[in-house]
């Protein structure tokens, strides 16, 4: 279960980033996960929950977005959005593909008091 090492580094910039602008609280949190991360959501709200306790983010409202990776074909020289390991590619069918992005957390905004 990585989700609790991600949760910790994403608290980690969401208080330095909070205490920056001078916020007394985090009341929302956005994050995107990318569809080859493999973080299980339900792990990652109940990880987040976890270490969020007694810190300026407890309480706050998750708001969780998946996006698709994107990969290379090298069979059809195509950039194609690919939403889960072992699928080949939309355009020639090929398993031939280069994961470019897509396997990451990434923070996107906060909101806070």
């Not at 969020?52 to 090298?74: D, K």
């Not at 355009?91 to 470019?100: K, P, T």
Request: proline share 1%; glycine share 8%.
């Amino acid at each position: 279960m990585h989700e609790i090492s991600m949760c910790y580094s994403a608290l980690e910039l969401i208080e330095q980033q909070a205490r920056q602008h001078g916020a007394r609280k985090v009341t929302g949190v956005w994050l995107e996960i990318g569809a080859l991360s493999c973080i299980e959501e339900s792990a990652l709200r109940f990880c987040f929950e976890s270490v969020c306790q007694q810190t300026l983010a407890q309480g706050c409202e998750l708001h969780i977005s998946v996006r698709a990776a994107i990969a290379w074909c090298w069979d059809c020289s195509t950039a194609v959005d690919v939403i889960r390991h072992g699928a080949g590619c939309p355009q020639c069918g090929s398993y031939n593909l280069r994961i470019e992005q897509g396997d990451s957390l990434q923070l996107k905004q906060l909101a806070t008091e």
